[in-house]
């Protein structure tokens, strides 16, 4: 975990927020590069989950919504942790988390604290209070209870509450669906462990409707579905595994729930959640808002309320996942070099050009060369150190392709394209490069 702090630091992925003034706990900024692994995900995610399918449409929902929303979803009254302080150190913990419950602690649960003592200072812990994890803040100017409003824990209640929006809007049959990227904030109580546990962090999730009776098998549907997508991004099958959740694991709204977890150092943890709400939303939403959020069945001739399979992943985990898992030491001609083994689609730069040498009569072709990729992806130009450092440095931070200028170049019209992974390099002519490299970025 150190190394990969300080490689997202060293290389512009991930700083922690407002650095210069201390940081603030649970809080992190994406840099040039983190910006673009991260929409990079986010583009693959809506590709297979929107573009690609014929049943499912996109939405982008407020942050901030009626604060009656969260009383219908149950997150006022149960979306909360166990917490307990510490007498003499006054350190904080989940009180679940010290049970041992760390990667599986579900919100809501009772406390069972377990543990006596603190396990920093061994000092007296306080009974275990429930603390909700939503953050708070007022619409208008006077701040009192009436305007109250909380920043959406989940992003999951924007696309409830717009169901009959989108139904009527899309003319929908069931089974369809409808998926969101967006923030998501949880105050909670023991952010940590880098970018896996925030308090502001991006969700990307799909709310799929479906007809009763038919959602135990979609949920085994999404949830191969949902497995084959991080193995198509290149994540080792050994490190991903599926897990149901036990009984007492699940949240209040669901039925069944699998996790999506992936084997990071500190253990096995959830990258995607699984769940089978029933129809437990719409059912609330209807009841508060006092408008039928129901399916006209054409088949039987009634009005039905659909079901919810629910797959609800975190970008910033996804992330994570993705660099633990790129990321490799080796030694190659007695040489040490650091490898981010990205999948094409992911890495933040696919071709960087770099001109064998600072020789002036390079400058001029390898700008070409660059101007020629620019509009197509991503690149970069690097023409400082010796070329054997900037093929260390591109693959640090996964570049598949270097293209190489060199004086053979201002004769052949060629250049050099170099393999990250296997180090291989073949020429190829300056007007077929962008075929090229799109045949192999594809
Ligand atoms: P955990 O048990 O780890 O707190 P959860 O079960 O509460 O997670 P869900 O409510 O199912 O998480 O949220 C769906 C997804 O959102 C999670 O699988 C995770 O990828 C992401 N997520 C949830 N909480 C956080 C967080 N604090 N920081 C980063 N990502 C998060």
């Known amino acids: 975990m150190e190394i990969l702090v300080s490689l997202s630091k060293r290389r512009g992925f991930v700083f922690q927020s407002s650095e210069i003034y201390g940081g603030l706990g649970g809080f992190w900024d994406y840099g040039p590069l983190g910006v673009e692994l991260k929409n990079n995900i986010k583009r693959a995610w809506w590709k297979a989950v929107v573009q690609e399918r014929d049943d499912i449409v996109g939405l982008d929902a407020s942050i901030v919504m009626n604060p009656r929303v969260w009383v219908a979803s149950g997150h006022v009254d149960t979306f909360a942790d166990p917490m307990v302080d510490c007498k003499e150190c006054k350190k904080r913990f989940r009180a679940d988390d010290l049970a041992g419950h760390v990667a599986a602690g579900v919100h809501g649960h009772a406390a069972e604290a377990g543990v006596a003592r603190c396990p920093e200072c061994g000092g007296e812990l306080t009974e275990p209070r429930m603390f909700n994890l939503m953050f708070k803040t007022f619409v208008g100017p006077v701040e009192d209870q009436a305007s109250t409003v909380h920043l959406r824990p989940e992003?999951?209640?924007g696309m409830f509450v717009n169901f009959d929006n989108v139904l009527t809007a899309t003319r929908r049959k069931l089974p369809f669906g409808m998926a969101q990227i967006g923030k998501a904030f949880r105050n909670e109580i023991t952010p940590g462990n880098f970018i896996f546990r925030d308090r502001e962090f991006e969700q990307m999730e799909i709310e799929y409707f479906v007809k009763p009776g038919t959602d135990e098998e979609w949920h085994q549907h999404w949830v191969e579905a949902r497995r084959n997508w991080y193995l198509g991004l290149g994540i080792r099958e050994e490190n991903l595994r599926v897990r149901r959740l036990d009984k007492e694991e699940l949240a209040h709204y669901a039925k069944d729930t699998y996790e999506v977890e992936y084997l990071f150092p500190m253990g096995w943890s959830e990258l995607e959640g699984i769940a089978n709400r029933t129809d437990f939303d719409l059912r609330r939403h209807t009841e508060f808002s006092g408008r039928q959020l129901t399916y006209y069945d054409e088949e039987s001739g009634e009005h039905i309320v659909p079901?919810?399979?629910?797959?609800?992943?975190?970008?910033?985990?996804?992330?994570?996942a993705v660099l633990f898992d790129g990321y490799r030491e080796e030694t190659v001609r007695g040489e040490k070099r650091v490898l981010l083994r990205l999948h094409p689609s992911l890495a933040p730069i696919k071709a960087a050009v770099l001109p064998l040498s600072r020789h002036e009569s390079l400058a001029p072709p390898a700008r070409k060369v660059w101007d020629l990729l620019r509009p197509h992806w991503m690149t970069q130009?690097?023409?400082s150190q010796s070329i054997g450092r900037r093929y260390r440095r591109q693959d640090e931070v996964g570049t598949p392709y270097c293209v190489t200028v060199d004086f053979d170049t201002l004769e052949d019209q060629a250049v050099t394209i170099r393999d990250r992974d296997s180090m291989d390099q073949v020429r190829v002519p300056i007007a077929g490069l962008v075929e090229a490299l799109r045949e192999r970025l594809d």
Request: charged share 25%; proline share 5%; glycine share 4%.
């Open 155 to 157: 992003t999951a209640q």
């Open 307 to 320: 079901y919810v399979i629910e797959p609800s992943s975190g970008v910033d985990r996804c992330f994570l």
């Open 381 to 383: 130009f690097d023409d």
